[in-house]
Protein backbone atom coordinates (compact mmCIF):
# COMPACT_ATOMS: atom_id res chain seq x y z
CA UNK A 1 0.00 0.00 0.00
CA UNK A 2 1.38 3.31 -0.91
CA UNK A 3 1.56 6.11 1.14
CA UNK A 4 -0.49 9.38 0.95
CA UNK A 5 1.07 12.67 -0.05
CA UNK A 6 0.11 13.77 3.71
CA UNK A 7 1.87 11.09 5.14
CA UNK A 8 4.84 11.97 3.18
CA UNK A 9 5.32 15.00 3.66
CA UNK A 10 4.74 14.46 7.57
CA UNK A 11 7.52 11.13 8.12
CA UNK A 12 9.94 11.73 5.20
CA UNK A 13 9.89 15.64 3.99
CA UNK A 14 9.27 16.83 7.74
CA UNK A 15 12.61 19.18 7.97
CA UNK A 16 15.50 19.77 5.49
CA UNK A 17 17.78 17.30 6.48
CA UNK A 18 14.68 14.68 6.25
CA UNK A 19 14.02 15.57 3.00
CA UNK A 20 17.43 15.29 1.81
CA UNK A 21 17.63 12.03 2.96
CA UNK A 22 14.36 10.24 1.68
CA UNK A 23 14.60 12.37 -1.41
CA UNK A 24 15.70 9.51 -3.78
CA UNK A 25 12.69 7.20 -2.40
CA UNK A 26 10.41 9.84 -2.53
CA UNK A 27 10.79 10.38 -5.96
CA UNK A 28 10.73 7.02 -6.82
CA UNK A 29 7.49 6.32 -5.26
CA UNK A 30 5.62 9.38 -6.34
CA UNK A 31 3.23 8.38 -8.87
CA UNK A 32 -0.54 10.74 -10.42
CA UNK A 33 -2.71 8.51 -8.02
CA UNK A 34 -1.01 9.71 -5.36
CA UNK A 35 -2.34 13.50 -6.52
CA UNK A 36 -5.62 11.92 -8.37
CA UNK A 37 -6.91 9.90 -5.46
CA UNK A 38 -9.79 10.24 -3.39
CA UNK A 39 -8.39 10.12 -0.41
CA UNK A 40 -6.25 13.26 -1.01
CA UNK A 41 -7.94 16.46 0.36
CA UNK A 42 -7.51 19.73 -0.74
CA UNK A 43 -5.62 20.77 3.17
CA UNK A 44 -3.00 17.37 1.63
CA UNK A 45 -2.28 19.34 -1.44
CA UNK A 46 -1.89 22.54 -0.09
CA UNK A 47 0.27 20.77 2.25
CA UNK A 48 2.61 18.89 -0.19
CA UNK A 49 2.60 22.34 -2.13
CA UNK A 50 3.53 24.51 0.40
CA UNK A 51 6.82 21.52 1.66
CA UNK A 52 7.87 21.76 -2.10
CA UNK A 53 7.87 25.90 -1.77
CA UNK A 54 9.38 25.72 1.37
CA UNK A 55 12.47 23.36 0.42
CA UNK A 56 12.94 26.01 -2.96
CA UNK A 57 13.04 28.76 -0.77
CA UNK A 58 15.46 27.03 1.77
CA UNK A 59 19.01 29.14 2.62
CA UNK A 60 20.54 25.88 2.42
CA UNK A 61 21.77 24.41 -1.25
CA UNK A 62 20.94 20.77 -0.30
CA UNK A 63 17.43 22.18 1.07
CA UNK A 64 16.84 23.64 -2.36
CA UNK A 65 18.21 20.96 -4.72
CA UNK A 66 15.97 19.13 -2.80
CA UNK A 67 12.38 21.20 -3.56
CA UNK A 68 13.72 21.94 -7.28
CA UNK A 69 13.72 17.89 -7.51
CA UNK A 70 10.17 17.49 -6.26
CA UNK A 71 8.80 20.05 -8.13
CA UNK A 72 10.12 18.62 -11.51
CA UNK A 73 8.40 15.18 -10.33
CA UNK A 74 5.45 17.11 -9.28
CA UNK A 75 5.00 18.70 -12.35
CA UNK A 76 5.60 15.26 -14.30
CA UNK A 77 3.17 13.50 -12.57
CA UNK A 78 0.47 16.33 -11.75
CA UNK A 79 -0.20 18.46 -14.74
CA UNK A 80 -3.01 20.50 -12.52
CA UNK A 81 -0.22 21.46 -10.19
CA UNK A 82 2.05 21.91 -12.92
CA UNK A 83 -0.35 24.22 -14.08
CA UNK A 84 -1.37 25.88 -10.66
CA UNK A 85 2.37 26.04 -9.55
CA UNK A 86 4.78 26.52 -12.58
CA UNK A 87 5.25 30.25 -12.56
CA UNK A 88 5.84 30.30 -8.50
CA UNK A 89 8.59 27.66 -8.90
CA UNK A 90 10.30 28.87 -12.11
CA UNK A 91 10.20 31.82 -10.69
CA UNK A 92 12.57 30.66 -7.75
CA UNK A 93 14.53 28.80 -10.15
CA UNK A 94 15.53 31.83 -12.05
CA UNK A 95 16.82 33.78 -8.97
CA UNK A 96 19.06 31.13 -8.04
CA UNK A 97 20.76 31.66 -11.78
CA UNK A 98 20.72 35.32 -11.37
CA UNK A 99 22.95 35.50 -7.91
CA UNK A 100 26.47 33.87 -8.13
CA UNK A 101 27.08 33.10 -4.50
CA UNK A 102 30.88 32.63 -5.54
CA UNK A 103 31.73 36.30 -6.36
CA UNK A 104 30.34 37.40 -3.53
CA UNK A 105 32.14 39.64 -1.08
CA UNK A 106 32.28 37.42 1.71
CA UNK A 107 34.42 34.98 0.10
CA UNK A 108 37.18 36.56 -1.63
CA UNK A 109 39.28 33.32 -2.33
CA UNK A 110 36.36 32.00 -4.47
CA UNK A 111 35.76 35.28 -5.89
CA UNK A 112 39.32 35.82 -7.20
CA UNK A 113 39.25 31.77 -8.86
CA UNK A 114 35.61 32.80 -10.12
CA UNK A 115 37.33 35.80 -12.12
CA UNK A 116 39.83 33.69 -13.42
CA UNK A 117 37.72 31.45 -14.92
CA UNK A 118 35.37 33.63 -16.31
CA UNK A 119 38.25 36.33 -17.08
CA UNK A 120 35.76 39.02 -16.01
CA UNK A 121 37.90 41.91 -14.04
CA UNK A 122 41.37 40.98 -15.02
CA UNK A 123 43.47 42.32 -17.35
CA UNK A 124 45.11 39.70 -19.69
CA UNK A 125 49.28 40.21 -19.67
CA UNK A 126 50.31 41.29 -23.19
CA UNK A 127 53.60 40.57 -24.16
CA UNK A 128 55.64 43.01 -26.73
CA UNK A 129 54.59 40.21 -29.63
CA UNK A 130 51.14 40.23 -28.96
CA UNK A 131 51.41 44.30 -29.14
CA UNK A 132 53.51 44.40 -32.64
CA UNK A 133 51.92 43.62 -36.23
CA UNK A 134 54.08 42.89 -39.04
CA UNK A 135 57.22 44.96 -38.93
CA UNK A 136 57.07 45.61 -35.39
CA UNK A 137 54.95 48.40 -35.16
CA UNK A 138 53.30 48.57 -32.01
CA UNK A 139 49.64 48.15 -32.43
CA UNK A 140 46.75 49.64 -29.72
CA UNK A 141 45.31 47.54 -27.12
CA UNK A 142 41.90 46.74 -27.01
Known amino acids: MQQTLESIVQLQLATETTSVFHLPAVLESLTEEHFQSPSLSSAGRTKWIARVNSLLHSKEPAGR ?17 LLECANGWIGVALLWFSVCPLASPKNTTLSKKTRLLTGVGIEKKRTRSS ?8 CRAV
Not at 65 to 81: F, Q
Request: net charge positive; proline share 4%.
Open 131 to 138: LTRGHGAP
Open 65 to 81: WAGACLARRTAAVSKEI
